[in-house]
């Protein structure tokens, strides 16, 4: 017998029904009490049904618009921006979020922003979201290896896609560009100029393309016949000045490169300046690449060797690929990669 409708509140008023409640109410987990009023393909008919029923009887309302009421989506994807993240007022999130508009628009979604002010706020940001109905699934830029958006919304039934990986697949869909891969194409480029000693840096070690650039960039030294020495890396360097003191700890190595290999573009500009420091020509005392292909880099004497991604065509294909999600496609169907476009610069040159 499915339970009593919920309480008055202690002021005489009935209090807003929550899909908990209504878990509650009819013994179900509130993943299931979520997909079957979002309409998805694997909750019965009966099931559905049930939900539907006791919906009314409860009279619960998601707070959301009149087309989440009729339908059930609000047809709308979304989108939490970490603003303390180093990067997050870049110019490339101006094109990662046109992508996302344009491809939610070619199917006539839209995309809900929000933003918190640090990882703390985050899961209580996708918390309110997901309270008020704000959005039918989220794109999670950045994925972490130990990722507690992912965690939170495989909890509570909700669609995501990755913007990058995850080390365990289950219920993850994702798009991600192969940065592994760009980081043993520069160094095959640096080894092919006659470099013998390249260090490394690396970027920020929370996110999950850290150990896969590691990957890569180990790949290719021993592809190239080169030995990897402990004392030319370094990691965790996502900003100028990281990038410079690691690059400061490795050129004061007893035996220096004459190379360095960076994660992300901001890693390498840094090392311009501990180049600087000493005196050294990038380009010629010293070859630098990056990853990224902010405009930064560009504009940097030299010009910066690095690997460009297209962040536009990225943010279209991760809402085209959430909204199959919430379609009801399966994850496994829905992984794509794509490679960082090589821009041959005028940081590095022959050892």
Not at 28 to 44: C, E, H
Not at 120 to 141: E, H, N
Request: aromatic share 6%; net charge neutral; glycine share 10%.
């Amino acid at each position: 017998m499915e339970g009593p409708v919920a309480p008055l509140s202690d002021g005489g008023a009935r209090k807003r029904v929550t899909i908990e409640d209504m878990a509650q109410a009819l013994g179900l987990t509130k993943s299931t009490v979520s997909r079957a009023m979002n309409g998805y393909p694997d909750i019965s008919e009966a099931t559905r049904l049930r939900v539907t029923r006791m919906a009314e009887k409860m009279s619960y309302r998601p707070l959301s618009h009149a087309q989440a009421i009729k339908t059930g989506r609000t047809r709308s994807l979304g989108l939490v921006l970490q603003l303390s993240d180093h990067d997050a007022q870049r110019p490339f999130l101006a094109e990662f979020l046109a992508g996302l508009s344009e491809g939610a628009s070619a199917e006539g979604w839209t995309l809900t922003v929000a933003a918190s002010d640090s990882h703390a706020a985050m899961i209580d940001t996708f918390r309110a979201l997901l309270r008020d109905g704000k959005a039918d699934g989220f794109v999670l830029p950045r994925a972490m290896s130990d990722d507690p958006r992912v965690r939170l919304l495989r909890a509570e039934g909700v669609p995501f896609v990755l913007f990058g990986r995850h080390k365990n697949a289950e219920g993850c869909a994702w798009f991600d560009v192969l940065g592994e891969e760009a980081m043993r194409d520069a160094v095959r480029h640096l080894a092919g100029l006659g470099h013998r000693r390249i260090g490394f840096i690396n970027g920020g070690m929370k996110y999950m393309y850290a150990p896969l650039r590691a990957e890569g960039f180990a790949a290719g030294m021993r592809e190239a016949g080169l030995e990897i020495d402990a004392g030319l890396m370094r990691q965790d360097a996502m900003t100028l000045q990281d990038g410079a003191a690691a690059a400061e700890a490795i050129l004061d190595h007893p035996a220096p490169p004459t190379a360095i290999v960076c994660a992300v573009d901001f890693a390498a500009l840094g090392v311009y300046r501990a180049a600087e420091a000493r005196g050294l020509a990038i380009g010629r005392d010293l070859s630098v690449t990056g990853y990224d292909g902010i405009p930064e880099g560009l504009h940097a004497q030299p010009p910066l060797t690095t690997f460009a991604v297209d962040n536009r065509a990225a943010g279209a294909a991760l809402s085209t690929l959430l909204i199959r999600r919430i379609r009801g496609e399966s994850p496994d169907a829905l992984r794509q990669t794509t490679r960082a476009t090589f821009i041959d610069r005028g940081s590095t040159g022959p050892a």
